[in-house]
């Protein structure tokens, strides 16, 4: 039950994410530059709210299959955003991530 609404929650938060801000947010991955605050708040509030290790297990799959499809740019500046956003994530931004290791 739990993976389920932690599914949710992240679909729902992805989709806030491109509703609020989509041509910023692909911008800044695609091109680089300022972060817009929506994108922050929205990294703030799933890293908050990811608190079971199935959640930041379910987060970390989720950006690493869209690291797949990313060229290395927009992995790397993806990958830079919980700097820029001053947010800790527990794991790497990455395609070769092992997210079974994520606690």
């Known amino acids: 039950m ?39 708040n929205g990294l703030k509030s799933l890293i908050v709210n990811a608190i079971t290790t199935a959640d930041r297990q379910s ?6 299959s869209l690291a797949m499809t990313a060229t290395d740019e927009q992995v790397d500046r993806a990958a830079s955003l919980p700097g820029k956003c001053g947010v800790k994530v527990s794991f790497k931004i990455s395609r070769d991530v092992d997210c079974t290791k994520v606690k």
Do not use: D, H, M, Y
Request: aromatic letters at 6%.
């Open 2 to 40: 739990a993976n389920v609404l932690s599914k949710k929650f992240l679909l729902s938060f992805l989709l806030i994410c491109l509703v609020l801000s989509p041509p910023q947010a692909r911008a800044v991955i695609t091109f680089g530059g300022n972060v817009p605050k929506e994108c922050c």
């Open 59 to 64: 987060i970390c799959s989720c950006l690493k």
